[in-house]
């Protein structure tokens, strides 16, 4: 499976941008999906995850409320719709997948085997 994150760039504080992770191979419709972060100088964090037929989300603290997961099967590509987007918001944008389905928790690293390349998201005033 690759993973192909899409759709990062530079925002203005409160303004919106729609991540897209396309996958390739016939297992993602199988998949847990997520997206994690990662900010200059701190530690990779969960922001967001949706089961396989996309009936369940989880989402971290930070973004609940302002950013929404969803995934088109058909399209075997997982979204991320940031609103009202904080300078706090400002990393690098991985999509992840759960292939193995060890049924792990979902908030952590380890439960995803295979990560996209990232995409860039600025937040700026």
């Known amino acids: 499976v690759q993973l192909q994150a899409s759709g990062g760039g530079l925002v203005q504080y409160g303004g919106s941008l729609r991540l897209s992770c396309a996958a390739s191979g016939r297992t993602f419709r199988n998949s847990r999906m997520a997206w994690f972060r990662q900010a200059p100088g701190k530690e990779r964090e969960f922001v967001a995850t949706i089961t396989p037929n996309g009936g369940s989300t989880l989402y971290a603290d930070s973004v609940r409320g302002r950013f929404t997961i969803s995934r088109d099967n058909s399209k075997d590509t997982v979204y991320l719709q940031m609103n009202s987007l904080k300078f706090e918001d400002t990393a690098i944008y991985y999509c992840?997948?759960?292939?193995?389905?060890?049924?792990?928790?979902?908030?952590?690293?380890?439960?995803?085997?295979?990560w996209g390349q990232g995409t860039q998201v600025t937040v700026s005033s």
């Open positions: 992840a997948a759960d292939l193995r389905q060890w049924g792990l928790v979902p908030t952590t690293l380890g439960a995803y085997d295979y």
